[in-house]
Structures are given as structure tokens and as C-alpha cells.
């Protein structure tokens, strides 16, 4: 499902504003800004669309409100969904469903893995690389916050290779609910006993083995035995 336009809250001034919530939206919907990419910059933005500041302002503004952008202090704006199904689940998928997160993951990332492993490209492989080595950057780091946003955007970028469009907006509108799991599964501080390694998921992926990539995929979402 995609929103219409109208479905979008647009500032009462705002022709030009309407114009360019279409615009920003055919370019998502067109795949030239995925779900979990990161779109240009303002200044870009103005001038690929030959339109103020304060109109990209205001375009952006109201499609983070319809749940489709999603600003994040200090890197950037990304796209999480190509409809308005995130801010849905964002309300239904509160703290204490969690539980009912970790199956969705295991739901998604589970088959993206396998798909990733058949479908990678060379630059889905550096995109890997690198949300990789972020995420392993952001441990080191110690805030517990940085490396939720990590690991949810190298899971990402494992979506992303799978190259299933449907699959990747799915993800998408459930991202802000698989930061907090992430979060809330590290508790106050990112204790050693808490890390898990993602070099083997990717190697995997690498490899071109969808088997064994489904099988690490599932590995960190299983809950743990019982004794």
C-alpha cells in the first residue's frame, strides 16, 4: 500500500509543497532512494528539484510525519518505508511485544539471508563491508544506542541484497520497533557476553551459500533454551 499524496499532511501554503512530496516520493517508489538508503542532502535536494529550502524543508518534513523518511541527528535522512505502514506497526509493536518482534525478524531476515546469498551484487557486498565495519565501530564504541542503529542498518543492508522490493519495505516498517529490541536486548551497557559476531552472516553471503546464510540468519533471533 502506498499513500496518496493527500494522505500526507501538507502545509496550507503549499502547491509547490504537494509538487515535491510527489516528486521525493516517485524517486523513492522508483527504487533510486531504497528503503534504508539515505537521501541527498537539502542543498541536493534543491537543486535536482529546482525548488527553495524551505520547500524541501517542508516536503521532507511531512513524509517523516506520513512514516516514510526518518531523520537521524547527525547522519542524515533515510528512507524506512515506501508507505504508511511504519507509523501502524510503530504503535502496535510497543515494549511489550518485543517477543512478537524477534519472530517478525526471524520471519524476514531469515529468508533475505538465503535470498542475499543468490542475489548479492559487488555493491551490495561493499555496502555489507562497510555496515560491517560500523557495527563493529559502534560496539567499541560503548553507547549502547549507536550500535542498535548499527546492527538494525547492517540487517538492512542484508535486506537490501535480497533484492525483493515487497520484502524490503516490509523491514522498513518495522525498523524503529527492531532498534528497540536491539536496545532493550543490550540492556544498560554493551556487556562481552552480549556480543554476537555477524562475520560469519556476511561471509556467507559472500560465499553465495543461501543455506548457510539462512542458518547464521537464524541463529541470534532463536530464543534461548530453557532449562
Known sequence: MT????????PPRGHRVRQTIEQLRARILGGEWPVGGRIPT?????????????????????????????????SGTYVVST??????????LTDDRMAEVVEVRRAFEVEAARLAALRRTPADLAALDEALAAREAAWRSGRVDEFAAADVALHTAVVAAAH????????????????SS?????GDALEPERYVDHDRLVAAIRDGDPARAAIEAVAFLEPPSEA
Open 164 to 179: 525483493n522490493g515487497m520484502l524490503a519495505e516490509l523491514y522498513g516498517s518495522v525498523a524503529a520497533a527492531l532498534h
Open 182 to 186: 536491539v536496545a532493550q536486548a543490550m
Open 3 to 10: 499513500p496518496a499524496v493527500d494522505s500526507v499532511a501538507v
Open 83 to 92: 508507505d504508511e505502514l511504519a507509523p501502524v506497526v510503530a504503535r502496535r
Open 42 to 74: 537539502e542543498p541536493q535536494l534543491v537543486a535536482a528539484l529546482g525548488v527553495g529550502r524551505n520547500t524541501v524543508r517542508e516536503a521532507v518534513r511531512a513524509l517523516v510525519h506520513a512514516g516514510v523518511l526518518e531523520c537521524r541527528q547527525g
